[in-house]
């Protein structure tokens, strides 16, 4: 099977075998999660399985039992990468994918890892991904997923984060195309002044099952955290957001969104934001909101000389928008492609 890039770190997965993977960036090791947990047992005890526990659900204890793949990308002290890491996961065949991804940024290193996760057309499969990252202090990792499955597809990730002291998280997640069933709720842990930004835009087309959500925990004395959930459900889509920010650090600050777009009648939206807090020193905000395009904002643009579809297309457009500057610049294109696919697929 052929397979070519540009990019010089990569990590390419097929089915329950990894196809190839590469480096050639200074102060980078990618290789398998299993290569690391046999060559270096020692330091894979202060990684694997530490931030998820195998008991936690049936999904968890599974991907504990038929774990093969998965990456361990490591990016070394003071490395400071601007060209992004790339991945893909592909499922080509009937079965159980669980890979379990690790990534450690090291103290004062900065990274991007974009990760792509797919399935073949009509192809019954299970997806189970367990990722563990590892942001040191002052490190800063930026982590771009994007998932592109079938109608009849069940994906469970399950991913947990811990950010150290003055570390920064910040990661976007798409879903982009039909999905049977989705359940996910990454949890992010950050230390003193460490931030966090998490990004989310969810399609649900047909008869899709989805339950996104995820919580940050202000741990450290004035950590920070942005959680914005921008979902979309069109024909008979279920969709659930939940976010979660628990403050226990003095002074931390955190503002949670969950928005929903209902794109036909037969849809069906819920969205759960969650604040708390063990602490008298801290501000957390949310926002909630559930609706449709509306008329009088397309009769507007319709007015301005705009076709219906391209009025509908704006207002999609400028609902799942994220402030793009904020991520680097190999990112934005990324997103700006992903946001015009979801515009494509909304109507």
Known sequence: ???????????????????????????????????????????????????????????TATAALLE?????????????????????????????????NIVVVEEGAEAVVTTGCTIAPEMIGVHIGISEFYVGEKGKLTFVMVHSWNHVSHVRPRTAVVVGDEGYYLNYYANLSRVRTLQTYPEVKLGTRARAGVYSVILGLGKASIDYGGAVYLNGDEASAEVVSKALAR????????????????????????????????????????????????????????????????????????????????????????????????????????EKLVVEKSF
């Open 1 to 59: 099977m052929g397979f070519t890039t540009s990019s010089k770190a990569y990590y390419l997965q097929i089915d329950q075998n990894y196809f190839k993977y590469l480096s050639r960036f200074s102060g980078v090791e990618i290789m398998t999660t299993r290569e690391f947990v046999e060559n270096r047992p020692d330091e894979a005890r202060e990684y694997y399985w530490r931030l998820i526990d195998p008991a936690r659900d049936k999904y």
């Open 68 to 100: 093969k793949g998965g990456y361990y990308i490591r990016v070394k002290r003071n490395t400071r990468l601007q060209e992004p890491i790339l991945a893909c996961l592909f499922l080509s065949t009937r079965g159980i994918q669980a890979p379990h």
């Open 235 to 338: 024909e008979e889509a279920k969709v659930v957001t939940r976010g979660r920010l628990h403050a226990r650090g003095r002074g931390s600050k955190g503002h949670l969104e969950c928005r929903g777009l209902m794109l036909s009648e037969k849809a069906y939206m819920l969205a759960v934001p969650e604040l708390s807090s063990d602490t008298l020193d801290a501000a957390l905000t949310h926002e909630a909101s559930i609706g449709r395009l509306a008329e009088e904002e397309i009769n507007y643009l319709v007015s301005k000389g705009f076709k219906r579809d391209e009025a509908v297309s704006l207002l999609v457009k400028g609902f799942i928008s994220v402030e793009e500057n904020m991520f680097p610049p190999r990112v934005r294109g990324i997103i700006s492609s992903v």
